[in-house]
């Protein structure tokens, strides 16, 4: 079945460690998308890309890194330069055509950093 | 810039109830209008979207919602709940086509009671 898988499921990290989270898809699509999620806030863009090796900031990209090597995948990085990592993550992946490409969703992954 | 205002950040209704959740958007150009919706600690699936044809537009599991220009809203509608409807709910929106980005709500979680 095609979809987008992240993993793990649960992380924990302690607090001035980076963390790579994981966003494989098979759907052939051609943008990616990370999101932090956080209670009560919705969603917020951190980082997308469009095509392989390109990657734009999103709204709140300070305190993580991108690389986008691959069509399929597209890590995210927590540096610890992120004041408050902890939260829900989700990757998201969308193909053009007449109008927005709606975007799906992978499981997330929720990171907790003590 | 674009934005969306979901008023209410949680809505209660009896089993068999209307539900109305509320979307308020606001968009520099014609928008497309999107409703995710997201159970416990999964990911987002999309119940419906807008992209400039029908102003009604009818989505999954039942649930509707209409395009009102002149009242730069998107409510989604049901008109009769059940229990697996209980889930936060999230209105998007996107200004352009291809790869636009979407904005998110803040969400609404949606309490069904028997």
């Known amino acids: 079945d095609g979809g987008i898988t992240q993993s793990p499921k649960y992380l924990f990290r302690k607090e001035g460690q980076n963390v790579t989270l994981s966003c494989e898809q098979n759907l052939n699509h051609d943008a990616m998308y990370w999101y932090r999620q956080d209670p009560g806030q919705g969603l917020r863009l951190i980082y997308y890309s469009q095509i392989v090796n390109d990657f734009q900031k999103g709204d709140i990209a300070e305190g993580y890194s991108v690389s986008r090597e691959k069509k399929e995948s597209f890590p995210l990085t927590v540096t610890s330069a992120q004041k408050n990592p902890t939260a829900f993550y989700l990757c998201a992946s969308s193909t053009a055509g007449v109008g927005p490409g709606e975007q799906y969703f992978g499981p997330g992954t929720r990171l907790t950093v003590t | 810039a674009q934005s969306v205002t979901q008023l209410g950040s949680h809505v209660s209704v009896s089993e068999g109830a209307l539900v109305l959740l509320r979307c308020n958007y606001s968009s520099s150009v014609p928008p497309y209008l999107f409703w995710y919706v997201q159970y416990p600690n999964q990911g987002l699936q999309l119940l419906l979207k807008?992209?400039?044809?029908?102003?009604l537009v009818k989505g999954i599991n039942g649930f509707e919602a209409e395009f009102k220009k002149s009242e730069t809203s998107f409510h989604l509608t049901k008109p009769s709940a059940h229990m697996s409807d209980a889930a936060e709910y999230f209105c998007a929106v996107s200004e352009g086509s291809g790869y636009s980005t979407l904005t998110f709500g803040k969400g609404t979680m949606l309490l069904v009671s028997p």
């Open positions: 807008y992209t400039s044809a029908a102003t």
